[in-house]
């Protein structure tokens, strides 16, 4: 009560005395519910009922997730009951056709999503060390090194470490960085152009990105060629959620371009097809283009700055703390042609 008397002592100082007892009331509520001690999150929530909860979402109906889970109707709906009183609100909308998610379900679907598949990368790693390996590393990297240098240097690694294995993604380099520092992944392959502080970088392979023209288009005996200069013909792509794509979009909006592209496929060789047909150009490594080159088809150097990257390898210190980490991205590194 010593609150509620300062209170009024306040209100006196100032000369702002009560109204009524109803104005000296709403002041204890308020004082109340200020000084009142936070109520602690009890974290109760068994990943069982989070993987019961998704297969109602995949199902549609609460007897379905009961029968994927291997439980009966009346110990799921008991499970689902108490997990709503976990998180303190109704999650499912319960019909005679089955359930659906609240909008608090939707979010925690998510959630549940992310932390079923988390504790099963967590049990497969666990598993591999109870049978004496090391684990897995995770893996992301730019669309140049997925395509081209690494998985032949990934070939060379796994062959003489069969005790590891690696879970490689594909992510533009931005994206590499930030799952990296966020933890989400091991080691990271980002061409130099982004910020890597923080982080342990060790150079790995030139990623000269370069022009790659049918041949019967009129060059005359030019050896390069801007950028800019292709933005103005017809353009053979990646698809669009590839890094690489990403990366020439963002250079041709500095310039306040947008890129023609007749096709976009998901590889360099089906890509370097097209080119020789003459339906357009495209932009690709030049360890690409070298592998690539026929007959109807040439290489022009791309003339930008941006355009001479380099590979890097890289990780966090406390990534760098474990034998797998260290042995992969020792291998990539010396695996330099």
Known sequence: MHRFHEAIMYRCVLRRPFDSCGDILREFRRIAIMTAPRRRVAYRIDPFDLHL???????????????????????????????EEVAGTRLLDRSKIG????DAGLALARHANRVLAELETLHVEMAGFGHGLRGTVRLLCNTAAMSEALPKALGRFLSSNPEIDVDVRELASNAVLDALRR????????????????????????????AFLPRSWPTGKRRSISFGELLERPLIGLSSDS????????????????????????GFDGMAQLVAAGV????????AALRLRGKDTRTLVLSDGWAARKLLVCMTPQGADFAGVRTLADSLVSSRP
């Not at 359930?99 to 609240?102: I, K, N, Q, V």
């Open 243 to 266: 890094g690489l794509s990403g990366f020439l979009a963002a250079q041709a909006s500095r310039s306040g371009r947008v890129p023609r592209h007749r096709v976009r496929l998901s």
């Open 280 to 287: 357009g150009a495209a932009v690709m490594p030049e360890s």
């Open 99 to 102: 359930a659906a998610p609240t």
């Open 53 to 83: 909860f998704s297969e109602v979402i995949s199902h549609g109906t609460i007897t379905a997730a009961a029968e994927a889970v291997n439980l009966s109707l009346a110990a799921a709906s008991a499970r689902l009951k108490a997990l």
């Open 183 to 210: 933890g989400f992944a091991d080691i990271g392959i980002v061409a130099d152009y982004v910020d890597t502080s923080g982080l342990i970088s060790r150079p790995w392979l030139d990623d000269r990105l370069v």
